[in-house]
């Protein structure tokens, strides 16, 4: 955080202090200057809330499926061969990929980059690492997603993947198409929310409450969200990647049905274009490669475009963590650590950097530092699905034992196995 909301955060805590202290003191006036205050900011919020959006900007990114295609580059959108060969290991690997690298980065999720390389000293580990973290840096009693105990993410302790929503969203990808078909809703995706999700964060926890209230789904993510541009939609890409496995254009359609539940603009786009990547990963050979093919399945002009073409654009020049940090703190400063652009720049850096070396991909992406777990995740899947479950070191995944724990209503646990196989059989077009 740089700049404009710095300042904001520095004055908003000192204001607050300020009142503290007045209305402890029992200071004549006190309880209506804070009255007026607050009167004042709830006004100056809606200001903002009522500033319109730029023409232009609206006109080069709508939310509609048709308009986002007539937006598209010309190019060629039909599926794409997947050697049937190799589907099952790229399959496993993009999953396991997945798996891997969210792991990696949820127990250091939002640290900055010097907490991270202290941390990595006191584990007496590379940085960035090579391995799981030996420690888990938060106090055991701290729970993530209801029911993750911090240590269970470390590498002495760790037995299957522990829970995290970055893996809840596929698990739940994978529940929709399962229970609601391959022409699943919005409609329907929000009856899932409302059936398998005990909670969530930012755009989803808004979406989830308004479909709670009665909201139509297609309304849910549209009153009172300041969020639906963050990253929330960008970490449910994954299972339509995999389902729709070498067809970007499908997955990006199943990823529009889903992200318009709680999101709009780029937010929408961050879910088609990672999905888009991820299926078509699994036919190439290089992880590049699928970045510049999934730009043909979002608008040329929209936000997300652009930032995935600077981002491929600077990678020749980008050696490492410290370099992308660097590159996409001067480009986004001013942005929230949780937005779908600069997560997603992170994101291709660590795929540019690290290439088919899958330790590097994770590794450098983590030590990137904003929404490190969502942003190792996707890199790990798009990584795992080129080179497949074999070029993945053992390392990452013999702790796994065949086992995803979930937060999910009255599911405690996924077997990868079984996932990855009814992936398959999505992919195949046999379900």
């Known amino acids: 955080m740089s700049g404009i909301m710095e300042e904001f955060h ?9 009142m503290q202290d007045r209305l402890d003191r029992k200071a004549p006036g006190a309880k209506e200057k804070v009255e007026e205050l ?34 598209r580059p010309a190019g060629d959108h039909a599926p794409r061969r997947v050697n049937p060969a190799q589907i099952e290991s790229r399959m496993a690997g993009a999953l396991n990929g997945r798996l891997a690298g969210c792991t990696l980065g949820a127990i250091v999720e939002m640290n900055s980059v010097e907490d991270m390389a202290v941390h990595a000293e006191f584990d007496g580990m590379a940085f960035p690492p090579e391995d799981y973290w030996r420690t888990a840096g938060q106090p055991a009693w701290h729970k993530r997603y209801l029911t993750g105990i911090p240590g269970t993410y470390t590498r002495e302790h760790m037995n299957g993947v ?25 409609a329907d995706v929000g009856r899932m929310w409302l059936k398998y999700l005990p909670m969530a964060c930012t755009a989803e926890d808004i979406a989830l409450k308004h479909l709670k209230e009665g909201i139509a789904p297609e309304l849910a993510g549209r009153k009172d969200n300041p969020y639906w541009e963050w990253i929330g939609a960008d970490i449910r890409s994954d299972a339509w990647g995999y389902a729709a496995a070498g067809n970007p254009e499908l997955a990006a359609e199943w990823a529009w049905r889903d992200a318009v539940l709680s999101h709009r603009w780029n937010g929408v786009y961050g879910e088609m274009y990672f999905s888009a990547a991820i299926a078509a990963a699994f036919t190439v050979d290089h992880p590049r490669e699928a970045l510049e093919i999934a730009l043909s399945e979002i608008p040329a002009e929209c936000e997300m475009a652009e930032t995935v073409r600077w981002a491929l654009d600077r990678s020749a020049d980008i050696r490492n963590y410290r370099d992308a940090r660097a590159a996409v703190m001067e480009r986004f400063g001013e942005m929230s650590w949780v937005h779908t652009l600069n997560n997603a720049a992170l994101t291709i850096f660590g795929l540019t950097i690290g290439g088919r070396d899958f330790t590097r991909v994770i590794g450098e992406t983590v030590a990137m530092g904003l929404d490190n777990d969502c ?38 646990r996924f077997s990868i196995r079984d996932m990855t196989d009814q992936f398959l059989r999505f992919a195949r077009g046999e379900q």
């Open 38 to 71: 607050i009167a004042d900011l709830k006004r100056k919020m809606q200001e903002l809330r009522d500033l319109p959006d730029d023409p232009e900007r609206l006109r080069r990114e709508p939310d509609g499926l048709e308009e986002i295609r007539a937006l």
């Open 162 to 186: 522990p829970v995290d929503d970055d893996i809840a969203y596929t698990q739940l990808g994978l529940l929709i198409l399962e229970e609601c078909g391959r022409n699943f809703t919005t």
């Open 375 to 412: 942003t190792a995740a996707t890199a790990g899947s798009i990584a795992g699905a080129v080179i497949g479950i074999e070029q993945i070191p053992p390392h990452w995944t013999k702790h796994f034992n065949d086992t995803s724990f979930s937060y999910l209503n009255g599911i405690e």
């Open 10 to 18: 520095k004055l908003a805590t000192q204001t607050g202090n300020w």
